[in-house]
């Protein structure tokens, strides 16, 4: 059973407008969530966290919120440049020995 | 500085060979991490090492197996392959054993394998 789940595979988004790309999560002892940005042939890339004490976090055109009793985030990008071109994981933590635990990815497609 | 640096970058294998994956970390990173990504999905978590014991494992049979040398470096290995295990194994880095949280998990570009 998938703990983390991006529900969308794809997402085209016009140049200098705002992407908005969703994760959902079941696993109530997550208390830190990321997101990762890959380029095909390249590892994963660390873009913006989020502690569970928190309901938004900001990086420049990065912003991530956070609604826990939803089980939801979600990683908004303003404006959309050609370069945000790539595939988004969301990924989660319980502070374990589990790792991160990551969705499926978001493939964002930016349009001229 | 170089990042993480992993080889072969490409393999292929028949089912039943076994497999050996290599994984240097960031300078000064003390822990790794394993990760294998199927077609298709994210990245799944199978083995963290810190300061050359393991902290964590997966949900991976015991034909996975890891370790981690003095120097920080690790290798993964893979007995008995099966299609299944055909994906892009990928090893991250982080100076310290929960790094991850907050972001400080350096990835490799991978080891991609195939096995026929």
């Known amino acids: 059973d998938q703990q983390v789940k991006q529900n969308s595979p794809s997402l085209s988004v016009q140049e200098g407008r705002i992407s908005i790309l969703n994760c959902d999560y079941t696993?109530?002892?997550?208390?830190?969530f990321l997101w990762y940005k890959k380029y095909p042939a390249e590892g994963p890339t660390f873009l913006i966290s989020?502690?569970?004490?928190?309901d938004k976090n900001e990086d420049g055109r990065f912003t991530v919120f956070l609604n826990k009793s939803a089980k939801h985030l979600s990683l908004h990008i303003v404006p959309s440049q050609p370069g945000d071109s790539a595939v988004y994981f969301c990924?989660?933590?319980?502070?374990?020995?589990?790792?991160?635990?990551f969705g499926k990815g978001t493939h964002l497609i930016i349009q001229p | 500085d170089a990042g993480v640096t992993q080889s072969p970058t490409h393999l292929i294998k028949t089912r039943g060979q076994q497999v050996t994956l290599r994984c240097s970390p960031i300078?000064?990173?003390?822990?790794v991490s394993w990760y294998q990504q199927v077609l298709g999905q994210g990245p799944q978590f199978i083995f963290q090492y810190y300061e050359k014991e393991e902290r964590g494992r997966g949900n991976f049979p015991d034909r996975f197996s890891a370790r981690q040398f003095p120097n920080y470096s690790s290798e993964l290995n893979v007995n008995a392959l099966l299609l299944g295990d055909s994906a892009l194994y990928l090893c991250a880095s982080s100076l310290l054993w929960q790094g991850f949280n907050t972001g400080e998990l350096f990835f490799g570009e991978g080891s991609r394998l195939t096995v026929l």
């Open positions: 696993n109530s002892m997550f208390d830190y």
């Open positions: 300078s000064g990173h003390k822990s």
């Open positions: 990924a989660a933590s319980g502070g374990g020995a589990d790792g991160l635990t």
């Open positions: 989020i502690s569970s004490i928190k």
